[in-house]
C-alpha cells in the first residue's frame, strides 16, 4: 500500500524540523492510527535513527539503541559496538553530540515502553536538553500509542513542559482521506468499508478491493482467528485498564443505550467515572444538541466514537463465539442482513464530517461555527441529523439529513426539513437544505444533494 495522506502531518513535522538548534517533539494517537508510517516517511531521505521500544530490560533497550545508532556515530564520535550506551543519559548526550555539526533526527517509538521501565527518563532528558539544546541540532521526536499517559508528558508540573516544539495528535483518517487508501472501489462501497472499519488505516489495508463485501467479512470476520474478529478483543485490551464496568459500558452504549440513566440500569452501577475516562481514551464520544453549549444542557447521549468498535461491539462480537467453533459459514449471511442497521448512524456520521469539510473550503457560507446534529426533548421528539451554525449569534444556515439507501427524493425530505427546523432556536432566512443518499438524490431542486461520490471523493 504506498503512502497516502498526512499532508498536513507532514508539513507540521517539516516546520518542526527548520528550527535552528535541537527540537523536541511529541506524536500520539491510538495505536494502529499510522504513527510509525508516518515517522519513516519523514524520517526517509534524512540522517536519522529510528528506535521502537518494547518494554525490554533497560540494558536490552541501551544496546538495541546503540545498535541502530552505530553507523551514525561510527566516523570519529564513538564505536558503539565496543562500548555501547551506558545509560540514557549517556545515550541522549552522545546523540547531541554527534547532532553538533549537522541535523540529526532520533525517534523513539512506543516511548510509553520505555516510561513503564524507566519513570525518571523525562526528568534525565530535560536536565540533559536544558544544557545542550543551544549548541546541538538533535531533532528528537518521541511517539506512543497510551493516550493518557503522552497527554500527562504535557501538563504543567511534567518534567518537559514548556520544553516540546511540537506535539502532534494523529487522528484516523476522516472519509474522504480513507477512500484514497480503497481506489479500486466504487464510491457507495468506500462508504460501506469505512462504516464497517472507520479512518484507521490498517483496517483499510486488510479490506481486499478484488473481493466483494462478502468475501471480504468471510475472510476477516467469519473465519476463526480472522483479522476483524480478532482485533476486538486486542484494542479493548491494549486501550487501557478499562476492567469489567468499562467493558459493560461499551457493550451497554454499543446496544443502544445512550443516555446516562439508560447506561446505569444496564450496568448495574453509576456510569459517570467510567464514562468520563472512556471519553478521554476516545473510545466514546459525548453528544449534545450542537445548539445547546455542552457543558450546561443535560440532554446528552453517548456514542462509540470510533467505526470498527461500534462494529465489534454491536454486530460481530455476538457471534463471534459461534464463529470460533466453526459456524462462522452459516452465520455469515445473518452478518450482512445486519448492517443496514448498524451502517445508518455511521453515515449520517460520514455527512457531518463532510458538511464541516464543506465548511472548512468556506462553501457552506460564511462564518460557520459547528456542525452537528440535533434533537428535542418534547414529547413529539424532532430529530435533525446535521445542522450547521453560523455567526456570533449561532442561528442555523445549512439543515441536513442522510439516508443509508441508494436513493431519496429531495423535494419530500426538503419539505420534512423544513417542518423540523421550525423547532430550531435561531434560523436565518436564507436556510439551506442539505439531502444525502448513498448514489442518488433524485429532484435534487434547491437542496444541496450529496452522495458517497462526493464525500468519498479521495
Same mark, same amino acid.
Given at each position: ?134 549548541? +546541538? ?92 474478529? +480478532? ?65 450546561? +444542557? ?77 434533537? +428535542? ?10 445542522v450547521a451554525l453560523a455567526g456570533r449569534d449561532r442561528s442555523a444556515a445549512v439543515v ?9 427524493d429531495g423535494a419530500t425530505i426538503r419539505r420534512e426539513l423544513e417542518r423540523k427546523a ?25 437542496v444541496l444533494a450529496i452522495t458517497a461520490a462526493e464525500i468519498f471523493s479521495g
Open positions: 500500500m504506498p503512502f497516502v495522506n498526512r499532508e498536513d502531518e507532514l508539513q507540521q513535522l517539516e516546520r518542526w524540523w527548520a528550527r535552528s538548534g535541537g527540537a523536541l517533539g511529541l506524536v500520539w494517537g491510538r495505536r494502529r492510527v499510522g504513527k510509525t508510517a508516518l515517522l519513516q516517511r519523514f524520517a526517509e531521505g534524512r540522517r536519522a535513527v529510528f528506535h521502537t521500544a518494547t518494554g525490554r530490560p533497560v540494558p536490552d533497550e541501551l544496546r538495541v539503541l546503540s545498535k541502530a545508532a552505530g553507523p551514525l556515530l561510527a566516523y570519529g564520535i564513538r564505536d558503539l559496538a565496543a562500548r555501547p550506551f551506558a545509560d540514557w543519559a549517556d545515550a541522549f548526550e552522545a546523540l547531541a553530540s554527534a547532532a553538533e555539526a549537522g541535523p540529526l533526527l532520533v525517534v523513539i517509538d512506543e516511548f510509553p515502553e520505555l516510561l513503564a521501565i524507566v519513570p525518571e527518563l523525562p526528568s534525565v532528558l530535560r536536565a540533559i536538553w536544558d544544557r545542550l539544546q543551544p549548541r +546541538t541540532q538533535l531533532k528528537l521526536l518521541l511517539s506512543g500509542s497510551a493516550v493518557r499517559t503522552i497527554e500527562a508528558m504535557q501538563e504543567q508540573r511534567a518534567p518537559l513542559y514548556g520544553r516540546l516544539d511540537l506535539t502532534l495528535l494523529l487522528h484516523p483518517f476522516r472519509p474522504h482521506e480513507a477512500a484514497k487508501m480503497l481506489p479500486a472501489l466504487k464510491p457507495a462501497d468506500r462508504a460501506l468499508v469505512w462504516g464497517l472499519v472507520g479512518g484507521v488505516p490498517l483496517y483499510l489495508e486488510w479490506w481486499d478491493q478484488r473481493l466483494n463485501l462478502r468475501q471480504n467479512l468471510a475472510e476477516l470476520a467469519c473465519t476463526p482467528g480472522g483479522r476483524l474478529l +480478532t482485533e476486538g478483543s486486542f484494542l479493548l485490551a491494549t486501550e487501557g485498564d478499562l476492567g469489567g464496568l468499562g467493558r459493560r459500558v461499551l457493550f451497554a452504549i454499543a446496544a443502544a443505550r445512550t443516555k446516562h440513566n439508560e447506561i446505569a440500569d444496564a450496568v448495574g452501577a453509576d456510569p459517570t467515572r467510567t464514562l468520563e475516562r472512556l471519553v478521554d481514551l476516545r473510545l466514546v464520544e459525548r453528544v449534545t444538541p450542537v445548539t445547546e453549549e455542552p457543558s450546561r +444542557t443535560r440532554r446528552k447521549i453517548y456514542r462509540i466514537a470510533d467505526n470498527f468498535l461500534a462494529f465489534w461491539l454491536s454486530v460481530l462480537d455476538r457471534y463471534r463465539a459461534e464463529i470460533d467453533r466453526g459456524l462462522g459459514r452459516s452465520i455469515l449471511p445473518v452478518l450482512i442482513s445486519d448492517l443496514d442497521d448498524h451502517l445508518g448512524p455511521r453515515w449520517e456520521e460520514a455527512f457531518r464530517l463532510h458538511l464541516r469539510r464543506l465548511a472548512e473550503l468556506n462553501e457552506l457560507g460564511e462564518g460557520i461555527v459547528a456542525v452537528g446534529p440535533f434533537w +428535542t426533548a418534547a414529547e413529539n421528539p424532532v430529530e435533525i441529523d446535521a441536513g439529513e442522510a439516508k443509508w439507501a441508494r436513493q431519496v421550525e423547532s430550531l432556536p435561531k434560523v436565518r432566512g436564507d436556510l439551506r437544505f442539505a439531502v444525502c443518499a448513498r448514489e442518488r438524490v433524485a429532484r435534487p431542486t434547491e
